[in-house]
């Protein structure tokens, strides 16, 4: 039953991380202030909810995209799931969270661990002209 359970844990997380991913890329082709409030379900055991900011470049130029780090405890390790926007040209942060640099030097904003404990939470999604804000929210 305890694999049961983290497959179903799984799935919950993949649905609310394409779910958001979705939903920032709906809300930055609509443009400055538009927004969306999701409601979703998070399954307890979630370790960390990240949004990271990667810089690659191949000598010549330098590609900037943001993605979602969600991880959780499953079979005590930790597992990882990556969502990212489509095309990465869009740009996400949150501005109800922390910022910080990573050991490789990227970027970091990351939220409360009460934001993503499990239950129902509420996820505001918001048009900033250039980018899309993501916050955790209490209505």
Do not use: W
Not at 29 to 41: E, R, Y
Not at 96 to 114: A, K, R
């Amino acid at each position: 039953s305890t694999d049961a359970k983290d497959e179903l844990d799984q799935k919950q997380l993949r649905k609310t991380g394409d779910e958001i991913i979705s939903n920032i890329e709906k809300i930055y082709f609509l443009g400055n202030n538009n927004m969306i409030t999701l409601t979703s379900k998070f399954p307890e055991g979630i370790e960390n909810f990240t949004i990271e900011h990667k810089n690659i470049s191949d000598g010549v130029s330098t590609k900037e995209f943001d993605y979602l780090n969600i991880s959780y405890i499953s079979g005590g390790e930790v597992v990882s799931n990556i969502f990212g926007a489509n095309e990465n040209y869009i740009r996400f942060n949150c501005s109800v969270c922390y910022h910080t640099t990573n050991i490789d030097g990227n970027y970091v904003s990351y939220y409360n661990s009460s934001d993503f404990s499990g239950g129902i939470k509420k996820i505001k999604i918001i048009s900033k002209n250039e980018y899309v804000q993501i916050n955790f929210v209490n209505e």
